[in-house]
Every structure is written in C-alpha cells, then in structure tokens.
C-alpha cells in the first residue's frame, strides 16, 4: 500500500509545486517508487517544473474518464526512473475531477508505488478538496507572512474535517509544517515572522525550513527540481525534509542563517 | 543587534505587529470552525418558541457554543424584556 501525502497551503505562490516536485524526487532518490500527481487542472505546472512539458500526451482527466490507461498516462521522469508523474489537464476544468474517479487512480497507482506525492492547487475548491481527500500526510507549505500563516490554519481545519480519515473516523491524516521563502536575516531585523511565531500560532511538526533561495528560480527555468541541486542551501534543505520524513534524525539548519562582519555592523538589507 | 539598528528609532517591529493581529485572528476563526454546524439553525428555533411566550428581539439571544478538553457545553442567554412588557405579553 502505498502513503499517499499531499502538498498543501491554502495560498498561492509559497511553494508547493516546488515543494512537491522536490520532495517526490528526493523520496525516489532514496529508492522509493513514487508518482507525483497535478490536481491543478486547468492551470498545470508541474510538467513545467519537472521539466517533462513536451513529453505529456495523457492526463489525469483522461485517466478518470478511461480515455487512457495509468500506464499510459504517467510519464517517467528523466532524472530518476523510479519517479513518474502523472499531469493535470490543461484544457478542462476542475470540475472533471470526481471523488470516486480520484479514489480509483489511486487505488490503482497504490498497488505499485510506495508514495503518491498529491500536488494541491491553491484555494480551498474542488481541485484542493480531492487532493487532500484521501491523503495519508499532509505538508503544509507556510511562508513567513501573515496571509499564508492564516490559509494554513484554514487548511489545517479541512484537513481534520473534510478528509476521508476524518469522514471514517480513523486516525487523522498526519500534519507537518514546511515554512518556505525563510529569510533568517530579515527575521533577525524584526521584519519577517519567526519560525516561533508561526509555530506558536499553528503547532505543527516541523519538518523542514526551506531558504529564501535564487537556486529555485533557477532550478525552475530549468526544469530541474531544486532537490538536484545539491550546492544550493533550498536543495540541502529538502533533503534533510525528505530525510525526516522518512524517520532520519537531522538537526535544523538555516535558521539563523549565515551573517557576513559589515552586515552585522550595518544590519542585515538584502 | 547592528550598529546601525542602535540609532534607529525604537518602534515596534513589524513582525511582532503580524503576529499580534494574526493570534487575534486565528483564536476567532478557530472558535468557529469547530462549532457544530446545527448551531444557526437550533438558534433559530429556539428564538421561534421563546417568542411563543415572550417578545424579545433577535439580538435578545445568543447561542455558544465552548470546547474544553474533555466536555462541550452550550450556552443559552436570553435577555427577556422588562417585566411590564413581557406580563403583558403572556396575559393578553
């Protein structure tokens, strides 16, 4: 049986189709099967930032409509071949995507994969709904700002509401907090939310904090997840995340961030 | 602390603003979000039959509903009207 995690925030634009292409990438890295799934339909971009854009010829909504077969539809990632990902479509809408439809892709990829990485869209629709519906675990993609710290609260209300385990009454999916687009210097100067402010608002496990880094808008271009780049502090930092998850000790990192001499005599701007 | 942050006029700072209002914020949407979702509608009918007996406004009750760790309660206030008026009321 596989585990089936969803990527989640409420919000949009803190990270989460970076966050989900990283951790799925970083979970097959270490030898897990794994296929990461678009609920963004209409709105795709996963594709973009696994970099498989020209390879899609199936989708997700082909797949619920018995137009294609899974296998058809899933697309085998070029870096790692133990990672597929399965897209949205572009031309529907969210309205295509149904709870049972949704529930039969995953029983079936569940048979064969060990992580199902679900790639939520923002908002709280239909696209989110189901994309959490039938999620095992949850990371809730947070950034340091007052209107993201508020979506996942929210989420963390349907998470613990509007999810088949809640519905069941069996144990509640499992919630971890991932605080994105850290900038520790800008924490130290007062102006950007803690990671104790927001764990003192929405108590979360935290699994990971991921840098405010240039490397993901590279990594992005190029359709590379962040995760390969090894050098770069974000890369680092998802794959401590992915290490956690798995049950691996490892202590926090960019936290405090580095502080050069004339940026401590001056104050951190950056 | 930098030297310059030493000079600088002490005024809150802005994070510390964000979070004042986001815990402000957060404990009421919470409040809410785990209230039962018969609650508009058992304050609806609970005002229909106390207006049987009584005339009092809408604003005249109010419905809460708390979560401790181990109990729920449901608190029912009701401001009846001055006495004059409610006798007159129930007598006529």
Same mark, same amino acid.
């Given at each position: 049986?596989?585990?089936?995690?969803?990527?989640?925030?409420?919000?949009?634009?803190?990270?989460?189709?970076?966050?989900?292409?990283?951790?799925?990438?970083?979970?097959?890295?270490?030898?897990?099967?794994?296929?990461?799934?678009?609920?963004?339909?209409?709105?795709?971009?996963?594709?973009?930032?696994?970099?498989?854009?020209?390879?899609?010829?199936?989708?997700?909504?082909?797949?619920?409509?018995?137009?294609?077969?899974?296998? @058809?539809?899933?697309?085998?990632?070029?870096?790692?071949?133990?990672?597929?990902?399965?897209?949205?479509?572009?031309?529907?809408?969210?309205?295509?995507?149904?709870?049972?439809?949704?529930?039969?892709?995953?029983?079936? %990829?569940?048979?064969?994969?060990?992580?199902?990485?679900?790639?939520?869209?923002?908002?709280?629709?239909?696209?989110?709904?189901?994309?959490?519906?039938?999620?095992?675990?949850?990371?809730?993609?947070?950034?340091?700002?007052?209107?993201?710290?508020?979506?996942?609260?929210?989420?963390?209300?349907?998470?613990?509401?509007?999810?088949?385990?809640?519905?069941?009454?069996?144990?509640?999916?499992?919630?971890? !907090?991932?605080?994105?687009?850290?900038?520790?210097?800008?924490?130290?100067?007062?102006?950007?939310?803690?990671?104790?402010?927001? @764990?003192?608002?929405?108590?979360?496990? %935290?699994?990971?904090?991921?840098?405010?880094?240039?490397?993901? %808008?590279?990594?992005?271009?190029?359709?590379?997840?962040?995760?390969?780049?090894?050098?770069?502090?974000?890369? @680092?930092?998802?794959?401590?995340?992915?290490?956690?998850?798995?049950?691996?000790?490892?202590?926090?990192?960019?936290?405090?961030?580095?502080?050069?001499? !004339?940026?401590?005599?001056?104050?951190?701007?950056? | 602390?930098?030297?310059?942050?030493?000079?600088?006029?002490?005024?809150?700072?802005?994070?510390?603003?964000?979070?004042?209002?986001?815990?402000?914020?957060?404990?009421?949407?919470?409040?809410?979000?785990?209230?039962?979702?018969?609650?508009?509608?058992?304050?609806?009918?609970?005002?229909?039959?106390?207006?049987?007996?009584?005339?009092?406004? +809408?604003?005249?009750?109010?419905?809460?509903?708390? +979560?401790?760790?181990? +109990?729920?309660?449901?608190?029912?206030?009701?401001?009846?009207?001055?006495?004059?008026?409610?006798?007159?009321?129930?007598?006529?």
């Amino acid at each position: 049986m596989a585990r089936i995690i969803v990527v989640t925030s409420g919000k949009g634009g803190v990270g989460k189709t970076t966050t989900s292409a990283a951790i799925a990438m970083g979970l097959a890295k270490k030898g897990h099967k794994t296929a990461i799934i678009d609920f963004d339909v209409g709105l795709r971009n996963l594709d973009l930032i696994m970099g498989c854009e020209r390879r899609v010829v199936y989708d997700f909504i082909n797949v619920i409509n018995g137009e294609a077969s899974i296998s @058809q539809a899933l697309i085998r990632d070029k870096n790692c071949n133990l990672l597929y990902i399965l897209p949205a479509s572009q031309t529907r809408d969210k309205d295509a995507l149904s709870k049972e439809g949704v529930g039969r892709v995953l029983e079936e %990829l569940s048979q064969e994969f060990k992580y199902i990485v679900c790639d939520s869209p923002a908002g709280i629709e239909k696209g989110a709904n189901l994309a959490l519906y039938y999620a095992d675990d949850a990371f809730v993609v947070t950034n340091p700002e007052i209107s993201s710290v508020r979506d996942s609260d929210r989420m963390l209300g349907l998470l613990s509401s509007k999810s088949r385990r809640a519905e069941r009454n069996e144990e509640p999916i499992k919630e971890y !907090l991932l605080l994105t687009r850290y900038d520790p210097s800008r924490v130290k100067s007062g102006e950007m939310l803690a990671l104790d402010d927001v @764990q003192e608002i929405l108590s979360l496990q %935290l699994l990971g904090i991921v840098p405010e880094s240039k490397s993901v %808008l590279t990594a992005s271009n190029a359709g590379i997840p962040v995760i390969l780049d090894e050098k770069s502090e974000a890369g @680092q930092a998802y794959e401590d995340i992915v290490a956690r998850y798995l049950g691996e000790e490892r202590p926090h990192r960019f936290i405090d961030g580095k502080r050069g001499f !004339l940026k401590m005599l001056f104050g951190g701007r950056s | 602390m930098s030297l310059l942050d030493y000079f600088r006029a002490s005024k809150p700072k802005s994070a510390s603003i964000a979070k004042e209002r986001l815990q402000i914020l957060v404990a009421h949407e919470r409040s809410f979000r785990n209230q039962p979702s018969y609650l508009p509608q058992l304050q609806k009918e609970l005002l229909a039959v106390i207006r049987k007996y009584v005339s009092v406004d +809408q604003d005249a009750i109010s419905v809460n509903f708390e +979560q401790d760790e181990n +109990q729920e309660t449901l608190e029912l206030n009701i401001v009846l009207p001055d006495y004059q008026q409610s006798d007159k009321s129930l007598h006529n």
